[in-house]
C-alpha cells in the first residue's frame, strides 16, 4: 500500500476566503474516494492555524499500490480537482511512501 501525502499553501490573504478555499478543496479530494478504483482512503483537514509557518491544508490518502496512485492522479476527475486547488493555493509538497 501507497500512502501519498500533499501539503498546501494557501494563496489568499482573507481568513474568510482561506477557510473557503479550505473547505473547497477538501470537498472535491474527499469525493475521489468513491470515484477512482484503488483508493482505499482519503482524508483533507485544515491546519489548526496555531503556530506561523505551518502549512494550511492536509491531504492523506492511502491506495491499494503505486500503480493505483498513478491511475489516481491521472484520472480526469483528479486533474479537474486539481486544475481548482492550482487556482488557490501558492505552493504545494508531496511525500509518498509505501506501509
Given at each position: 500500500m501507497i500512502?501519498?501525502?500533499?501539503?498546501f499553501k494557501l494563496a489568499a490573504d482573507d481568513d474568510a476566503q482561506r477557510r473557503d478555499d479550505a473547505h473547497e478543496i477538501a470537498a472535491r479530494l474527499t469525493a475521489l474516494e468513491t470515484q477512482i478504483p484503488g483508493i482505499q482512503s482519503i482524508r483533507?483537514?485544515?491546519d489548526l492555524g496555531l503556530v506561523d509557518g505551518h502549512w494550511d491544508v492536509a491531504l492523506v490518502s492511502e491506495h491499494d499500490d503505486n500503480a493505483a496512485l498513478e491511475a489516481y492522479q491521472v484520472h480526469p476527475a483528479h486533474k479537474e480537482a486539481?486544475?481548482?486547488i492550482a487556482t488557490v493555493i501558492s505552493d504545494r509538497a508531496v511525500v509518498d511512501y509505501s506501509i
Open positions: 500512502r501519498h501525502i500533499v501539503l483533507v483537514d485544515r486539481a486544475a481548482f
